[in-house]
T-cell receptor, first 111, second 117 residues
Framework: DQQVKQNSPSLSVQEGRISILNCDYT??????FLWYKKYPAEGPTFLIS?????DKNEDGRFTVFLNKSAKHLSLHIVPSQPGDSAVYFC??????????FGKGTTLSVSS | DGGITQSPKYLFRKEGQNVTLSCEQN?????MYWYRQDPGQGLRLIYY???????QKGDIAEGYSVSREKKESFPLTVTSAQKNPTAFYLC????????????????FGSGTRLTVV
């Protein structure tokens, strides 16, 4: 049973526009939520995180929003750049346990 | 330069063989993890260890074994009992699992691609 779900396998966006990647979760006990970016044949790199006590965290072009009542989080990238093209993974955990990852969304940003 | 190193980058295994994937980190991280990536499956947790000489099974531990004799090292053995071992294997490390700190996240290695021939 998937605890972290990324229902959109892919997303295509034009350069300069906003990219919105979505993630749903089922475990209301999760304390932390993270987004990772991954290129083929490489390890994921950490992008941004948010704790369950917050509803927004911003870092440059990246903003993560958390809606606990809906068990939903989203990653906004503004403006999108061709170098942002990669697979994005949503992940979550309870303190003291390992991260659980979603299946990923492939973002393609065209110039 | 601190980081996490996985070796080899590519590994070929014959049917019935055990193989061991190496993972070493010099980040002074307490916790280490092994994940497996298959197409369309995301990253699935195999094993993790929060301290030396202790480890816990993840969601897909069957057919795998690990050891944590040193803080810096967390090797993964893929045994002959693993029926479908062809995949991309990722090792990661972090400060104590669940440590709340800004920018909390795992550091991943560059992965090992294992193929059964």
């Amino acid at each position: 049973d998937q605890q972290v779900k990324q229902n959109s396998p892919s997303l295509s966006v034009q350069e300069g526009r906003i990219s919105i990647l979505n993630c749903d979760y089922t475990n209301s006990m999760f304390d932390y939520f993270l987004w990772y970016k991954k290129y083929p044949a490489e390890g994921p790199t950490f992008l941004i995180s948010i704790s369950s006590i917050k509803d927004k965290n911003e870092d440059g072009r990246f903003t993560v929003f958390l809606n606990k009542s809906a068990k939903h989080l989203s990653l906004h990238i503004v403006p999108s750049q061709p170098g942002d093209s990669a697979v994005y993974f949503c992940a979550a955990n309870q303190a003291g346990t390992a991260l659980i990852f979603g299946k990923g969304t492939t973002l393609s940003v065209s110039s | 330069d601190g980081g996490i190193t996985q070796s080899p980058k590519y590994l070929f295994r014959k049917e019935g063989q055990n193989v061991t994937l190496s993972c070493e980190q010099n980040l002074n991280h307490d916790a280490m993890y092994w994940y497996r990536q298959d197409p369309g499956q995301g990253l699935r947790l195999i094993y993790y260890s929060q301290i030396v000489n202790d480890f816990q099974k993840g969601d897909i531990a069957e057919g795998y074994s690990v050891s944590r004799e040193k803080k810096e090292s967390f090797p993964l053995t893929v045994t002959s009992a693993q029926k479908n071992p062809t995949a991309f294997y990722l090792c990661a490390s972090s400060f104590r699992s669940g440590t709340p700190s800004p920018g909390y996240g795992y550091t991943f290695g560059s992965g090992t691609r294992l193929t059964v021939v």
